[in-house]
C-alpha cells in the first residue's frame, strides 16, 4: 500500500512512470528547449548589429510604406510625325529628321500648347511642363509626346492635347519650314498605374537600407579593431605604479651603500701608524 505522504503528493490520475522505463520527450518540449537555447547567441547577434538591423527593416517599411501610400500616377503617349512636303513616295529625309528635334523642343512649351483645340486639363502654366514630355528619335522624324496624370484619362487628355498643339503648330509654320506634322497615333487611357511598383518599391528601399547597413558594419568593426589593438597596446606596457625591482648586484661587486671588504670607504680611517711614531725620541 502507498504511503499516506506519498499519496497526498501526487494527484489522482497522474501516471506515474516506472523505474528503468525510457524517457519520453514529447516533441513540442524539445521544440521550446531548442528555442530557449538558441535564443541566447541570437540576442547577442541582435544586440551587436541592431544598427545593421534596424537600417534594413528601416529600408523596408520605407519601400512599403512609399508603395502603399504614395499616389498613383499613371502614363499616355501620342506619337506624331514630319513629313517633307516634296519628298516622293511620303519618304523622310534628313530635313524631316532634323526639324523633327526641333519640334520636340518646342513641343511641351506654353507657347506652342496654346495652340491646341482639344480640352486639356486645368493646370497652373508653369506646372504644364511637369504633365507633357517629348522625346525624339535621331534617326526618324517622329516625335512621341507623354502625358502625365493622377488618373488614366488624365494622362491621356495630357498626350493628346500637346499631340493636337503640335500638328496645328506645324500647319502654321507650314509654308516657312517645307515640312508638315501629322498624327501618327493618338493616345489611349493606360490600363495600370506606372507608380508606385510595390515589388520594385520595396526592393529598392530594402536595398538602400541594405546599403547603410553594410556602410555602417564596416565603420564599427573598424572602430572595434582599434579598441581591440588599443588596449593590447595598453596591456603590454608595464604598470607604472608597481616600479621596476631593484637589481640584484653581481658577485664581486658592492651594492649601493656598501664597501667592499678590504677597501677603506670615505670615512674609514688610514692604517694605523706604528707605535712610537710620531713621538720624539726621550732624551733627544
Given at each position: 500500500m502507498m504511503p499516506l505522504h506519498d499519496a497526498k503528493?501526487?494527484?489522482?490520475?497522474?501516471?506515474?512512470r516506472p523505474p528503468g522505463a525510457p524517457v519520453r520527450r514529447r516533441p513540442r518540449r524539445a521544440l521550446v528547449v531548442a528555442a530557449c537555447r538558441?535564443?541566447?547567441?541570437?540576442?547577442?547577434?541582435?544586440?551587436r548589429f541592431r544598427l545593421s538591423v534596424g537600417f534594413v527593416v528601416a529600408g523596408f517599411l520605407g519601400g512599403l510604406g512609399y508603395a502603399l501610400f504614395a499616389p498613383s500616377t499613371y502614363t499616355a503617349s501620342a506619337y506624331v510625325i514630319v513629313v517633307e512636303e516634296g519628298a516622293a513616295g511620303g519618304q523622310s529625309g534628313p530635313t524631316a529628321v532634323s526639324f523633327a528635334q526641333v519640334y520636340g523642343r518646342l513641343a511641351p512649351l506654353p507657347e506652342t500648347l496654346v495652340h491646341a483645340k482639344a480640352r486639356m486639363p486645368d493646370t497652373a502654366p508653369g506646372d504644364i511642363r511637369e504633365h507633357v514630355q517629348a522625346s525624339t528619335s535621331p534617326d526618324t522624324p517622329l516625335i512621341r509626346l507623354a502625358g502625365t496624370g493622377r488618373t488614366a484619362r488624365t494622362a491621356a487628355a495630357y498626350a493628346?492635347?500637346?499631340?493636337d498643339a503640335l500638328v496645328r503648330y506645324g500647319a502654321a509654320h507650314r509654308g516657312d519650314t517645307g515640312v508638315r506634322v501629322a498624327l501618327m497615333t493618338p493616345a489611349q487611357p493606360p490600363a495600370a498605374p506606372v507608380s508606385p511598383n510595390p515589388p520594385l518599391d520595396i526592393a529598392v528601399g530594402t536595398a538602400s537600407g541594405g546599403l547603410l547597413a553594410g556602410i555602417s558594419a564596416a565603420v564599427l568593426s573598424?572602430?572595434?579593431?582599434?579598441?581591440?589593438?588599443?588596449?593590447r597596446r595598453r596591456a603590454a606596457l608595464p604598470d607604472p605604479s608597481a616600479g621596476e625591482p631593484p637589481a640584484a648586484s653581481e658577485p664581486g661587486i658592492p651594492g649601493p651603500g656598501t664597501t667592499e671588504q678590504g677597501t677603506a670607504g670615505p670615512d674609514a680611517?688610514?692604517?694605523?701608524?706604528?707605535a712610537g711614531a710620531g713621538r720624539t725620541g726621550v732624551g733627544s
Open positions: 503528493r501526487r494527484p489522482a490520475g497522474r501516471r506515474v538558441a535564443r541566447g547567441p541570437a540576442a547577442e547577434l541582435l544586440v493628346n492635347a500637346a499631340a573598424g572602430r572595434r579593431g582599434r579598441a581591440a589593438a588599443a588596449r680611517a688610514g692604517p694605523a701608524a706604528p
